[in-house]
């Protein structure tokens, strides 16, 4: 089978997955239905970035997403800590005398150190000057980061590039954090980037990204990193990657990233508030064929206009169409709470020991019993 099965009469060409996919649609719409009939009907692995839980189950391999500070650089280090720009810039500072000594900065704790040796350097003269309230307001970011996700930057076990079958990062404890899921996303993007060669034009991808809740991506991102998430993905469909973008309406994303989705998957939106009435009105826009705002509002849940590419890549119009669920339950799986890196924690939350099975406890004159006869044995001894 060389295309992938959406409903009935409509698929979607395998090497056409590289120029990527967006699923839109309210909350209750369907879009977790029509993301878990993709990953299983998808042709090559996949990669789930979760940012709810519901598509946990559907992982063959599940794990909590974790960073190491020294990989991600200045711009993402802030974006994760949620900094103003002289915050941001205070750091960025720190970071390049860090690397210019060659000073290891891979976890939290590491980059909490650089930041205390930092304000005691004089580094206004070739770096530039640090101020000590920006430092401190890092380091303020940096207890939320300790407290609230200390297993983010801790030790990476998967590489994205060797994905295999289906694999799901549960990320829902980033989006409680601001700033950190976006960060996580912009990173393992820039990884997955990086790290692979160009194949060209291929008769399907190797490994598919579906990326949840995208708009928490790009809500407070930088100039910077937003540009470098369109660059990546202009051209990271020559790497043999295909991208999905989920989200509730194109609007929530930049214009050159929505005008990048060659496949386009819209499900119900609602249209309560003039916010939501701009936002019906963007989809109804964007969707090739003649597609209303009315076809949007009149779907059912679990429907959606769907439009994909023909054989030469032109968007055929959208069609209304009853997404084909795939087999797999959908539902949160629930982690074990994660092992704490951190000495410091670690010695905060140290359970109490806990008896022997079998073993009881000994009574509270055993010691003192003890002492006596160990004095009375010196008293003999002396005699």
């Known amino acids: 089978m060389t295309h992938l099965p959406i409903g009935a009469g409509v698929a979607i060409p395998h090497r056409y997955l590289t120029r990527h996919v967006g699923i839109f649609g309210a909350t209750g719409s369907g879009k977790t239905t029509t993301l878990g009939a993709i990953a299983e009907r998808a042709p090559c692995p996949v990669l789930i970035l979760d940012a709810k ?32 720009e002289a915050q941001a810039g205070a750091l960025q500072i720190a970071l390049a005398w860090a690397e210019d000594s060659r000073r290891a900065v891979a976890t939290l704790a590491d980059l909490r150190a650089l930041l205390n040796d930092a304000t005691r350097q004089d580094l206004s003269r070739d770096y530039g000057l640090i101020s000590p309230i920006s430092v401190a307001a890092v380091q303020r970011a940096l207890l939320r980061l300790e407290r609230g996700a200390p297993w983010a930057f801790g030790a990476v076990r998967h590489d994205p590039r060797d994905t295999q079958g289906i694999t799901v990062y549960a990320a829902s404890e980033l989006t409680h954090l601001p700033g950190l899921y976006g960060a996580f996303v912009a990173h393992t993007l820039d990884s997955i980037y990086r790290g692979l060669g160009e194949v060209g034009d291929v008769p399907a991808p190797g490994l598919l990204v579906m990326i949840d809740e995208a708009h928490l991506v790009f809500d407070g991102a930088t100039q910077s990193i937003a540009r470098r998430i369109e660059q990546i993905t202009r051209l990271i469909r020559s790497k043999g990657v295909g991208l999905i973008y989920v989200t509730q309406s194109p609007s929530d994303l930049p214009h050159i990233i929505a005008g990048q989705l060659a496949t386009r998957i819209q499900h119900a939106l609602r249209a309560s508030t003039p916010h939501h009435h701009k936002a019906l009105k963007a989809a109804a826009e964007t969707m090739p064929g003649n597609i209303t705002a009315a076809s949007i509002l009149g779907l059912a849940t679990g429907q959606a206009i769907v439009s994909v590419p023909d054989a030469s ?5 959208g069609r209304v169409v009853a997404i084909a669920r795939g087999r797999l339950p959908l539902h949160s799986v629930g982690l074990p709470a994660p092992v704490i890196q951190s000495a410091r924690l670690q010695t905060a939350i140290e359970p109490e020991p806990v008896q022997a099975a079998g073993k ?24």
């Open 53 to 84: 839980g519901d598509l946990e189950s559907l992982g063959a391999s599940l794990m909590r997403p974790a960073m190491r500070i020294d990989a991600m650089g200045a711009d993402l280090i802030a974006r994760a800590l949620d900094l103003s």
């Open 313 to 317: 890549g032109a968007p055929l119009p």
């Open 360 to 383: 009881r406890p000994r009574p509270w004159f055993f010691w003192p019993a003890v002492l006596a006869a160990v004095l009375w044995g010196a008293v003999l001894l002396g005699s």
